[in-house]
């Protein structure tokens, strides 16, 4: 059966924090065999697996080592093939994670490149250093200093836009595009129907200049060859196969680039991740302060990508996090009050959207940022590298770690909490120690609690993504926003042959009395997130605190 990625939802899945099934404190594919009917009872349609390949996991297998084989620690082949196979029994499909910017300087043409393999070395960046010695460009790796890294035995440097372990491939190189492709077609004759794509629009590489206005950003984001490169991988792999469902994470791209990247005819991707939206609780591009969200912002860029992606026949990916993001719930919601209110509003906000949804794993249950309270419990190389460097910059300790555990990815990498018991059911009780703490809030905030409560977020998310199949109008429906100045309501009309969506939330934990409020007579609501429902009155909507409703018609 073909399946229509407009009506599907994808859950995505980071082995490691999700379920140990040998009791070594790391999680594993078994783990993830093992909980298929949880996902399934979600109802989602794919599962997107964030890397498994062999890998030294300074980047939990974002440094890939070795794209043909399994992680020992995550399994084996086989454990793959089962999962494939089980998953295609419920129904769901598998879309792997493949990082192809970089690789690890493990992988072997890394390693044949430092023995001096003149065909290896132009898999990489390799280049001089200017006429002082110093680095060829001052690009700043993404994870903090710079760049690129010197070779003492050949007098150059290597590139690296994320970790030293991380180096960067040449896609200029027909070889490494020839590779890929073959990388990809393996694991299409495994029955993979689907793909991620780590950081794709950074892959095209030309001018190696001086950034005087920035980190280097500009001079390899949406590079001159992109769209060639993307088009031809379309081509020559799962551009061949129309069941497959691509997205492409896009880092600090513009919109009309996505719209060649994701567009309906234009041979690139299905969708994309844009990340505009999750940066307004930055300064600028720097992640690492501490600064209030930015309301209105979040709502401008969240219906510019809505209706400009739309006018352009282009397809977004929506989502509110993933294993690089700190916790919705915890972000724009609240942990405590009214937790399991502003966890379904989050959730009625983004499912309703124009796009294919992403949940990432304990989103649906409302997981929240961790309460580390020590930086020797964080794990991620960028908190930790960060962690240093603003305290380089002259911050205190304690208010360098006050920024790492507001912003620090490691917030959505703490084990899933499946139930009450000592570490959350993620590992067995006798095993060792799980790689990263466990978020006590685990006796309150776990899956089996939620299963058996109608009433939870869990169930609430369920209701959501089975409303996208059943009402045409939330698949393929156009959105026009509404009170778009309105200092607490995200709110959105969409409509499709004759039929008409309103989605209504109040941001934030008061009541709240919205002016202007659309009339919903002759609309039957469809879902919310209080039992007793209200409707606007004279134009007015009173307002529960972070209440949702969506009304149909
Ligand atoms: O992330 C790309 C990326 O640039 C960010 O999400 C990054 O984590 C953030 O900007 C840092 O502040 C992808 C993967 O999702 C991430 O886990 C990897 O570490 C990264 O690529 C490198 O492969
Ligand atoms: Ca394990």
Same mark, same amino acid.
């Given at each position: 059966?073909?399946?229509?990625?407009?009506?599907?939802t994808?859950?995505q899945?980071y082995?490691?924090?999700?379920?140990?099934?040998?009791?070594?404190?790391?999680?594993?594919?078994?783990?993830?065999?093992n909980?298929?009917?949880?996902?399934? *009872?979600l109802?989602?349609?794919?599962?997107?697996?964030?890397?498994?390949?062999?890998?030294?996991?300074?980047?939990?297998?974002?440094?890939? *080592?070795?794209?043909?084989?399994?992680?020992?620690?995550?399994?084996?082949m086989?454990?793959?093939?089962?999962?494939?196979?089980?998953?295609?029994?419920?129904?769901?499909r598998?879309? +792997?994670?493949?990082?192809?910017?970089?690789?690890?300087?493990?992988?072997?043409?890394?390693?044949?490149?430092?023995?001096?393999?003149?065909?290896?070395?132009d898999?990489?960046?390799?280049?001089?250093?200017?006429?002082?010695g /110093? =680095?060829?460009?001052?690009?700043?790796?993404?994870?903090?200093?710079?760049?690129?890294?010197?070779?003492?035995?050949f007098?150059?440097y290597?590139?690296?836009? +994320?970790?030293?372990?991380?180096?960067?491939?040449?896609?200029?190189?027909?070889?490494?595009?020839?590779?890929?492709?073959?990388?990809?077609?393996?694991?299409?004759?495994?029955?993979?129907?689907? +793909?991620r794509?780590?950081?794709?629009?950074?892959?095209?590489?030309?001018?190696? *200049?001086?950034?005087?206005?920035?980190?280097?950003?500009?001079f390899?984001?949406?590079?001159?060859?992109?769209?060639?490169?993307?088009?031809?991988?379309?081509e020559?792999?799962?551009?061949t196969?129309?069941?497959?469902?691509?997205?492409?994470?896009?880092?600090?791209?513009?919109?009309?680039?996505?719209?060649?990247?994701?567009?309906?005819?234009?041979?690139?991707?299905?969708?994309?991740?844009s990340?505009?939206?999750l940066?307004?609780?930055?300064?600028?591009?720097?992640k690492?302060?501490?600064?209030?969200?930015?309301?209105?912002?979040?709502k401008?860029?969240?219906?510019?990508?809505?209706?400009?992606?739309?006018?352009?026949?282009?397809?977004?990916?929506? +989502?509110?996090?993933?294993?690089?993001?700190?916790?919705?719930v915890?972000?724009?919601?609240?942990?405590?009050?009214?937790?399991?209110?502003?966890?379904?509003?989050?959730?009625?906000?983004?499912?309703?959207?124009?796009?294919?949804?992403?949940?990432?794993?304990?989103?649906?249950?409302?997981?929240?940022?961790?309460?580390?309270?020590?930086?020797?419990?964080?794990?991620?190389?960028?908190?930790?590298?960060?962690?240093?460097?603003?305290?380089?910059?002259?911050?205190?300790? /304690?208010?360098?770690?006050?920024?790492?555990?507001?912003?620090?990815r490691?917030?959505?990498?703490?084990?899933?909490?499946?139930?009450?018991s000592?570490?959350?059911?993620?590992?067995?009780?006798?095993?060792?120690?799980?790689?990263?703490?466990?978020?006590?809030?685990?006796?309150?905030?776990?899956?089996?609690?939620?299963?058996?409560?109608?009433? /939870?977020?869990?169930?609430?998310?369920?209701?959501?993504?089975?409303?996208?199949?059943?009402?045409?109008?939330?698949?393929?429906g156009?959105?026009?926003?509404?009170?778009?100045?309105?200092?607490?309501v995200? =709110?959105y009309?969409?409509?499709?042959?004759?039929?008409?969506?309103?989605?209504?939330?109040?941001?934030?934990?008061?009541?709240?009395?919205?002016?202007?409020?659309?009339?919903?007579?002759g609309?039957?609501?469809?879902?919310?997130?209080?039992?007793?429902?209200?409707?606007? *009155?004279?134009?007015?909507?009173?307002?529960?605190?972070?209440?949702? =409703?969506?009304?149909?018609?």
């Amino acid at each position: 059966m073909k399946r229509d990625f407009r009506k599907s939802t994808v859950y995505q899945i980071y082995p490691k924090s999700f379920c140990d099934t040998n009791g070594d404190g790391l999680g594993d594919l078994r783990g993830v065999i093992n909980k298929l009917d949880y996902i399934k *009872e979600l109802g989602v349609d794919y599962i997107w697996l964030t890397p498994f390949f062999v890998s030294p996991q300074n980047d939990n297998g974002y440094d890939v *080592e070795d794209y043909y084989n399994i992680d020992p620690r995550y399994g084996t082949m086989a454990d793959v093939e089962e999962l494939i196979a089980e998953a295609d029994k419920r129904g769901i499909r598998l879309m +792997f994670d493949m990082v192809f910017n970089h690789v690890s300087t493990n992988h072997e043409w890394f390693q044949k490149a430092m023995a001096g393999d003149p065909y290896y070395k132009d898999f990489f960046f390799f280049r001089k250093g200017k006429t002082d010695g /110093s =680095a060829p460009t001052n690009w700043e790796s993404k994870f903090g200093g710079s760049a690129w890294e010197y070779v003492e035995k050949f007098d150059e440097y290597y590139l690296h836009l +994320f970790d030293v372990t991380q180096a960067d491939l040449n896609w200029d190189n027909e070889n490494v595009r020839k590779e890929v492709q073959k990388i990809l077609r393996f694991w299409m004759d495994k029955g993979v129907k689907g +793909f991620r794509f780590d950081v794709i629009n950074l892959i095209s590489k030309e001018a190696f *200049e001086d950034d005087t206005a920035g980190d280097g950003r500009r001079f390899y984001t949406d590079g001159p060859n992109i769209h060639k490169y993307l088009k031809e991988l379309n081509e020559a792999t799962f551009g061949t196969d129309a069941e497959i469902v691509t997205v492409g994470e896009m880092s600090s791209t513009s919109i009309e680039n996505c719209y060649q990247y994701a567009g309906r005819d234009t041979h690139e991707l299905s969708m994309v991740f844009s990340f505009h939206h999750l940066k307004v609780d930055f300064m600028g591009n720097e992640k690492w302060v501490l600064v209030p969200v930015d309301f209105g912002k979040l709502k401008h860029i969240m219906f510019e990508w809505q209706t400009k992606m739309a006018e352009h026949n282009a397809w977004n990916a929506v +989502f509110w996090c993933n294993h690089d993001q700190p916790r919705p719930v915890s972000r724009f919601g609240d942990e405590g009050k009214y937790w399991k209110e502003s966890a379904k509003m989050l959730g009625t906000i983004v499912h309703c959207l124009r796009g294919t949804p992403y949940v990432y794993q304990g989103e649906e249950i409302g997981m929240t940022n961790t309460d580390f309270t020590d930086i020797s419990q964080f794990r991620d190389v960028e908190s930790l590298n960060y962690y240093q460097i603003l305290q380089d910059k002259g911050l205190s300790a /304690s208010d360098a770690l006050r920024i790492v555990q507001i912003h620090s990815r490691d917030n959505g990498r703490t084990p899933m909490q499946w139930d009450a018991s000592e570490y959350a059911g993620f590992t067995a009780a006798d095993g060792t120690e799980p790689w990263i703490g466990v978020n006590s809030n685990h006796i309150r905030v776990n899956a089996a609690e939620q299963l058996s409560d109608p009433d /939870s977020i869990f169930h609430y998310y369920r209701k959501l993504i089975a409303l996208r199949k059943e009402l045409d109008v939330i698949a393929y429906g156009g959105i026009t926003p509404l009170a778009e100045k309105d200092p607490c309501v995200f =709110a959105y009309e969409r409509e499709y042959d004759g039929h008409k969506l309103i989605v209504a939330c109040n941001f934030y934990g008061k009541d709240y009395e919205w002016k202007g409020a659309p009339d919903v007579s002759g609309y039957k609501r469809v879902i919310g997130n209080y039992s007793a429902e209200t409707t606007p *009155e004279n134009g007015v909507w009173k307002m529960r605190p972070y209440e949702a =409703a969506v009304w149909y018609r």
